[in-house]
């Protein structure tokens, strides 16, 4: 046998992925079952981060001091050879990239307070529905759903499959990693669908199926699946920033960062709910930002809510989850999913689930992933096991081959190919393993191929389903696996991590007014209790429980339950007269839109006083918080949402002076197809010192060449030379229209032409605008594109 620390969930990830082959030694070259090597970053450079001393003050600091304090530090990195990789301006650091001299100089400098390793953070997947009813997701209503925001931090978002494309969804994009809605691999898809996918009669239904919910992505990974954990803290605050709730990372490391940890703390102390994967290398090692206090790390159990063989075990544990076999959604065509049918194509077992095998073959020092497609049909047969673990098998010629697994997959052991062979050995058509009694749930393990001996499809099913084909032999059936699928089976704790972040949402849509440290409680209060009595290493508190946590809050409530905020139902177009409050009230009004529409407008008119509004979908908006603003003097305000998502939307109307007879009117206008002008109003703030910037995206339906673009913005900033703004078409091609001009003057509100020549106008066009000195800030009100 072949030993090696490989991790098994990561190895599956980066087969899926086809990326770099990896390298192993061969202890024993003619083993029954071998072990992948040890996982390794591909080609990641070594960072660090450089945390900075708190600079002295003396009363408020200006705007050239906090500036000059910047250029010092940048001057300081530079002289050591340091090149920035990412900069935190919150946690006062950036991550680095230097030489060894440099960061010793770097580490002895008085103004440092400390450097440390940029950790590295990878995916935490191996490659079913049944997940779903496991953690009673089916008995709980996520009408409610709207008032919550889910932050998924991974690889991306195919906004192109059939259960997630409706959905609530907006993205922000780590630098280098692409768009948030291009995938790179399938992996955040994979846990996406498992919180939302969208119940629409194909495909799967997730935990919050209904449209409801709000889907922010945060792209950090491409297809290498690895990241630094600098990027992952700037990620969780732009989760934060973005309204989250709950923020899910299916993903880790093994080794602590103080940055990471800091950065998690404060966010969490903000009231984000952060919910991490336990690590997948089946020992008692921590894995991070997991087993940081301020993050909930989550288990994976099986279908018979056994131990998954890959779970970590830990005194960090606090929850468990399905994670094995669990379908979900893919990058269109990235899937594999296979079917046991009668002759007359109807199920062989109606509702069992089918997993195609992940196949591996040797090739030199490498392993190559491949997926056994095809159908096969013929009577089946099984192939009984002896009690001294011999398999007889007998003639399967023109048969399928039923037969049960000798030994489970442990870390570092893969015997999957042990019955495999004994049927094709037998001449088998296609091969089903059934789970044995030592782990009778659903499993779907590596068959690894040492001598590339197995051409034929091959698949797991969980003892109860064998026992029903069990009584079906010498029927004939077809076993079909085909590729090309929306939908595919991954195994890890990275999958058992959505469930309880999709049930701490779902929980919490039912009692808004909960903090997330009382749905934190509730959650491992009600748990089911697995393993040994009371909380233990391997399962944390237990099995999450949806229905058990909202029957605990009905009775116990939260520890300061808030008066919920008055709301009144807007009905479309149809206004409401004579409103009226006192200086500094607040008068609260929500709007349900539809999917698709065009626009959305608040409107206050008539009456005396000041009234302002503010705008925000799925929760009630703030000054600080808003999807639009408008504050004029006087009852007369505006804000126009251009292509809004659908869902509940929320306006606010403050008396900055008492008002009396104010009218307001909410409405939508269905889209149409041939306009030239697009415009996107919401509000987007412009982070501070930061040269990566924020983008507005326009989504362009126009179906034509861009030609000559006309560019009209509006940024509201109190120093507008501080900016750079980049127009950005959808292939990618960058043109700036404003850099560093205008000294201290307030607001750019200007109209700008550019040539893009025949590339097509339609997709994502983006606005990008950076602030690149210190002190003074502001936001992106609105900008339109017109095409001539």
Not at 109 to 117: G, K, P
Not at 551 to 568: F, K
Not at 591 to 615: K, S, Y
Request: contains cysteine; proline residues 5%.
């Amino acid at each position: 046998m072949i030993h090696s620390t490989y991790q098994p969930p990561l190895f599956k990830l980066i087969s899926i992925f086809s990326l770099s082959i990896l390298f192993f030694t061969a202890f024993a070259a003619n083993a029954a079952s071998f072990t992948p090597p040890s996982a390794k970053a591909p080609d990641l450079e070594t960072r660090y981060i450089v945390k900075f001393k708190e600079p002295m003050q003396s009363g408020s600091r200006t705007a050239t001091a906090t500036a000059a304090i910047s250029l010092t530090r940048d001057s300081l990195l530079s002289a050591n050879g340091a090149e920035v990789r990412t900069r935190l301006p919150r946690m006062n650091a950036v991550s680095v990239k230097v030489g060894d001299k440099g960061l010793a100089k770097l580490r002895g400098n008085a103004d440092v307070e400390y450097v440390e390793l940029d950790q590295p953070r990878r995916f935490l997947s191996q490659s079913s529905t049944w997940g779903i009813g496991e953690v009673e997701a089916t008995l709980i209503s996520d009408e409610n759903a709207g008032a919550i925001t889910v932050c998924i931090i991974d690889s991306g978002y195919d906004i192109a499959s059939p259960d997630l494309m409706d959905n609530n969804h907006s993205g922000s994009n780590d630098f280098g990693t692409g768009n948030w809605f291009e995938p790179g691999g399938s992996h955040g898809t994979h846990v996406a669908g498992t919180i939302a996918a969208v119940n629409n009669s194909e495909g799967v239904i997730g935990i919050l199926p209904n449209r409801q919910i709000n889907i922010h992505i945060v792209k950090v990974f491409n297809e290498s699946g690895w990241g630094y954990s600098s990027s992952l803290v700037a990620a969780v605050q732009t989760c934060a920033d973005n309204g989250a709730n709950v923020v899910n990372m299916s993903l880790g490391g093994g080794l602590p960062s103080n940055t990471e940890r800091t950065g998690m703390s404060r966010v969490a102390d903000a009231g984000v709910l952060l919910i991490a994967a336990a690590g997948n290398d089946g020992n008692s090692a921590l894995s991070y930002p997991a087993s940081y206090d301020s993050v909930v790390s989550v288990a994976a159990i099986d279908s018979n809510r056994d131990q998954a063989e890959f779970s970590q075990f830990n005194s960090r544990v606090e929850l468990s989850a399905p994670g094995v076999a669990i379908l979900s959604t893919v990058g269109v065509g990235d899937g594999v999913q296979s079917s046991i049918t009668r002759t007359d194509g109807t199920e062989a077992v109606p509702n069992a689930v089918v997993v195609p095998q992940d196949h591996y073959i040797v090739n030199g020092e490498s392993y190559l992933y491949s997926v056994l497609t095809g159908e096969a049909s013929g009577e089946l047969s099984e192939c009984l096991l002896s009690d001294g673990g011999i398999y007889n098998c007998g003639d399967m010629t023109n048969k399928l081959c039923l037969i049960e697994r000798r030994n489970n997959q442990a870390p570092g052991v893969y015997p999957e190919v042990d019955p495999v062979l004994a049927c094709v050995n037998a001449g088998a058509e296609g091969v089903i393993v059934y789970s044995n009694l030592d782990r009778p749930g659903l499993q779907s393990p590596f068959l690894v191929d040492e001598n590339a001996a197995v051409n034929i499809p091959t698949v797991s099913v969980d003892r109860a389903t064998a026992a029903t084909l069990q009584s079906m032999l010498g029927t004939s059936l077809t076993l079909n696996t085909r590729s090309g699928t929306d939908y595919a089976f991954y195994n890890g704790t990275s999958m058992a991590t959505p469930h309880v972040v999709g049930v701490a949402a779902l929980v919490w849509s039912q009692f808004p007014e909960c903090g997330a440290q009382n749905i934190r409680d509730a959650l491992a209060a009600t748990a089911i209790d697995l393993g040994t009595t009371g909380r233990d290493d391997i399962f944390g508190f237990g099995l999450v429980q949806s229905a058990a946590a909202v029957s605990y809050l009905s009775a116990e409530g939260c520890e300061t339950p808030p008066a919920p905020p008055v709301v009144i139902e807007l009905a479309n177009k149809q206004a409401l007269v004579n409103l009226s409050a006192e200086a500094g009230e607040v008068l609260n009004f929500s709007l349900r839109v539809p999917n698709g529409q065009e626009d959305l407008t608040f409107i206050t008119a008539d009456g005396t006083g000041n009234a302002d509004i503010f705008v925000q979908r799925g929760r009630l908006p703030t000054a600080e918080d808003n999807a639009c603003a408008s504050a004029q003097q006087g009852s007369s305000e505006l804000c126009i949402i251009t292509n809004p998502p659908g869902g509940r939307w929320f306006v606010s109307a403050v008396a900055a002076e008492s008002f009396n007879g104010v009218t307001l009117v909410g409405g939508f206008n269905p889209p149409t197809t041939s306009s030239n002008t697009f415009t996107n109003n919401r509000n987007v703030r412009i982070p501070d010192n930061d040269p990566r910037g924020r983008a507005s995206v326009i989504e362009s339906s126009y179906d034509g060449v861009s030609g000559l673009v006309k560019v009209e913005v509006r940024i509201k900033h109190t120093f507008i030379g501080d900016l750079q703004v980049d127009v950005i078409h959808p292939d990618g091609t960058s043109v700036t229209v404003h850099q560093n001009e205008g000294g201290d003057a307030d607001n750019l509100i200007a109209t700008y032409f550019v040539d893009f020549g025949n590339r097509s106008a339609l997709g994502p066009w983006r606005l990008l605008v950076s602030d690149l000195a210190g002190a003074d800030t502001g936001m992106i009100d609105s900008w339109t594109i017109t095409f001539e």
